[in-house]
């Protein structure tokens, strides 16, 4: 209630507010309405926290960014990628973020992993780095409780450097994320779903180009830094 108060107090000082996800504004401008502020929220989805390098992508690579903060679900992450080396023994996982005191939790997961010997753990990076080790792979997964959307700073690098994204439908995804054109869709936040969506990107290359090429759209169209501008001009005047 109080943190209620103190959004709509902030929505009646301010000019314009805006939010990160639709269902974010469509939530606040029905709480606002009976006060006349509604007009006031717009959407601005945030841009990416790296600027996109193109994809170069190496072979049966995946990978995820996290910081184990909550709902980002790093065990789903290690059990998809137990279910695509049941067919493609080869593949390696990219563990991409900070885990801070939480490090030694994620290594002893590894520790009891079997597939630990093909799981590399990249720790602290600049944000050139991230983008240019989110590059490489071939699939980004992203394993947040929230589903694909557009107030995550990761996911935008991964779409704008055209990597295949897995991800799951949740209570924060647009409806810019189309399953199949854009991102894969898994059926489930769950390590079954998702090595099972992401085993359809490293074996149906027309599967994998065409969500390829329909994050980069997504990104240029929605993510991209000179986008967000624009909708911010847009808004305040």
């Known amino acids: 209630a109080l943190m209620r108060a103190e959004f709509t107090a902030l929505a009646a000082a301010s000019e314009r507010t805006f939010l990160t996800t639709e269902n974010r504004v469509a939530h606040c401008q029905s709480v606002l309405a009976p006060l006349g502020l509604s007009s006031n929220i717009s959407l601005l989805p945030v841009g990416a926290g790296a600027l996109p390098t193109a994809a170069m992508p190496v072979a049966g690579r995946l990978g995820t960014f996290s910081t184990l903060s909550v709902g980002k679900r790093i065990d789903v992450v290690l059990d998809a990628f137990d279910v695509v080396i049941d067919k493609h023994p080869e593949a390696e996982l990219v563990l991409l973020g900070d885990y801070g005191s939480a490090r030694a939790q994620v290594e002893r997961m590894l ?7 093909r799981i590399h753990v990249r720790g602290r990076l600049s944000l050139k780095d991230i983008s240019r080790e989110i590059a490489l792979l071939s ?17 935008p690098v991964a779409l704008g450097s055209g990597v295949p994204v897995v991800a799951t439908r949740g209570a924060e995804t647009s409806s810019s994320f189309v399953d199949g054109q854009n991102v894969v869709i898994a059926n489930a936040l769950e390590g079954a779903a998702f090595g099972e969506a992401a085993l359809r990107l490293l074996e ?34």
Request: aromatic share 6%; net charge positive.
């Open 139 to 155: 699939v980004y997964l992203f394993p947040m409780n929230t589903g694909a959307n557009t107030r995550s700073s990761t996911l």
């Open 204 to 237: 149906d290359p027309a599967l994998a180009a065409r969500v390829s090429s329909g994050g980069r759209a997504l990104f240029d169209q929605q993510l991209a830094w000179p986008r967000a501008v624009e909708r911010l001009l847009d808004g305040v005047t």
């Open 111 to 117: 520790r009891d992993h079997r597939g630990a010997a």
